[in-house]
């Protein structure tokens, strides 16, 4: 007896049911569709991820679900995607796979070559379509520019579903067996649990409500707030999770801000196009990881190679856990670890902290950080950390002293004490500097440093400097200069190139 031909649409970072030209695709194409999305062990035992990741992309999948009626028509598998693939043909002949590009970090790449070669092998099309203007195989950006700007503004994939729920297969209801078989091992039961209170939780509803008052409502002081770590909670706007899972597309998003950015006030419609901007730059590190995917594991500026950073496992265990005696360092990773998020001004301190003051190896703390950070996008995170790390060769090298950024970005001190509140009965200005505390100040404050507050971890005016004439000194140097001519003619076109250069 033949098996039922069908297509299969195999969701990945793209959790939505909108704007979505695979949906599109499979479903024009009038076969019946199987809609899956595979929780990979491999994947989520991965050091760059943690249960904040696949908590936030159940909530994605139900919202999918739910919202949209969809019943029991999206499947969820636990076991690797090859394996699942196989189930699924035991049960189906599969036409095509539709699914969007990934641009992930070497395990998603290698699963990925895994499954070309299975389906080359089935007979089986896949069929990836492109992730937000990131053309796969570029080797300059000549046009590049150009190219995103018409994807941004060309129409939304629009995707039928009533179509779509005439032709997705209900296997929960309609066969068991294969619905068994395809399913894999049960789920975590720590992945079905509410997000923890103050992280973000996932799906297309709740990234649309993100989007929205921000525009109509939060806008206006973005680029006063953005750098501060209480007022970017609020006016800053937060979608980057819903982004890097596709609760929301980039064409959504930039389409909407098209849409209502002429309506505003003069001044909202600053702060809204300096929004605008970095929607483009999202795109532009992405690219770059596309082209260049090996700033997983190197420098990009291979003359940094030279750098002599030894690993030490006691500043790692301080760093992470905010208890490195500098109250902002602390304060941040703090507030990292429990709400998955900090602002982009706080990541660069972090980072630069760890790179520079501590003179540390990049990799460990760009894992660490990924998997923390709720919005973990490859591109965006390797490319980040790489320039806060000063081995991009391309950059400015920024050593942030961490006395002097907390006294600009938060000199009333309330970020820093919401989160070590062990400095709470200290005046604001030893907040910022506890470790100057005098013996007697120590008993008046009924605060012994070392005790209740652990004194600082490393002299950071003496590495500072330390590290300041090391960086320089490759930065200038003739093949740091070599390497970087290569690296401007292949990620950087016209006016990008002046600012970076």
């Not at 949209?68 to 599969?94: E, G, M, P, Y």
């Not at 950073?309 to 490195?324: A, I, L, S």
């Not at 001190?413 to 604001?428: G, M, R, S």
């Not at 000194?473 to 076109?493: C, D, F, P, T, W």
Request: net charge positive; hydrophobic share 40%; with cysteine.
């Amino acid at each position: 007896m033949a098996k039922p031909l069908i297509n299969v649409v195999w969701f990945k970072r793209d959790l939505r049911l909108s704007d979505h030209a695979p949906l599109r695709k499979a479903i024009e194409d009038g076969k019946p569709i199987l809609l899956i999305y595979i929780f990979e062990p491999e994947l989520m035992s991965d050091k760059h991820y943690d249960i904040r990741h696949w908590c936030f992309v159940w909530q994605s999948l139900k919202d999918m679900q739910q919202a949209n009626k969809l019943n029991f028509s999206l499947s969820v598998a636990h076991q690797n995607a090859s394996d699942t693939f196989r189930h699924i043909l035991r049960f189906f002949d599969i036409h095509t796979v539709f699914s969007h590009q990934e641009i992930g970090i070497k395990i998603t790449y290698d699963r990925d070559l895994t499954m070309k070669k299975l389906f080359r092998s089935k007979n089986i099309v896949w069929d990836e379509s492109s992730y937000a203007g990131v053309r796969r195989g570029l080797r300059d950006r000549i046009g590049w520019a150009k190219y995103w700007h018409e994807q941004m503004y060309a129409m939304e994939e629009k995707v039928h579903l009533g179509n779509l729920r005439e032709l997705a297969i209900r296997l929960a209801l309609d066969n068991s067996a294969a619905h068994q078989a395809i399913k894999g091992k049960p789920l975590p039961r720590e992945v079905m649990e509410p997000m923890p209170e103050g992280m973000q939780s996932g799906g297309e509803l709740l990234g649309w409500e993100r989007l929205e008052s921000f525009v109509n409502h939060r806008a206006l002081g973005y680029t006063k707030n953005i750098s501060s770590p209480i007022g970017s909670r609020h006016f800053g706007g937060r979608i980057s999770a819903h982004l890097a899972w596709g609760n929301l597309s980039m064409r959504q998003v930039f389409q909407y801000y098209s849409r209502h950015v002429k309506e505003k006030e003069s001044s909202v419609q600053r702060d809204l196009n300096a929004f605008a901007s970095r929607l483009r730059w999202h795109c532009h590190f992405i690219q770059k990881f596309e082209s260049e995917d090996r700033i997983e594991f190197e420098n990009l500026n291979p003359a940094f190679d030279v750098l002599e950073q030894p690993y030490n496992d006691e500043y790692f265990e301080r760093w992470k856990n905010g208890q490195t005696g500098y109250p902002l360092i602390d304060a941040a990773m703090r507030c990292l670890n429990e709400t998955g998020f900090l602002n982009f001004r706080l990541r660069a301190i972090v980072l630069s902290f760890w790179s520079h003051l501590l003179w540390q190896p990049w990799k460990p703390a760009a894992e660490y950080l990924a998997s923390m950070f709720l919005d973990f996008e490859p591109g965006i995170h390797y490319a980040q950390v790489q320039m806060q790390a000063g081995v991009t060769g391309i950059n400015i090298i920024r050593i942030y002293n961490p006395v002097k950024q907390s006294k600009e970005i938060d000199p009333d001190a309330k970020f820093i004490l919401e989160w070590v509140q062990e400095l709470k009965n200290l005046p604001i200005n030893l907040v910022h500097e506890p470790w100057t505390l005098r013996p007697l100040e120590q008993l008046f404050y009924d605060m012994q440093l070392g005790l209740h507050y652990p004194l600082p971890v490393i002299d950071y005016k003496k590495t500072h400097t330390d590290a300041r004439d090391i960086l320089w000194g490759v930065k200038e140097s003739k093949s740091a200069q070599k390497y970087n001519r290569k690296i401007l003619k292949m990620h950087v076109e016209g006016k990008l190139k002046e600012q970076l250069e």
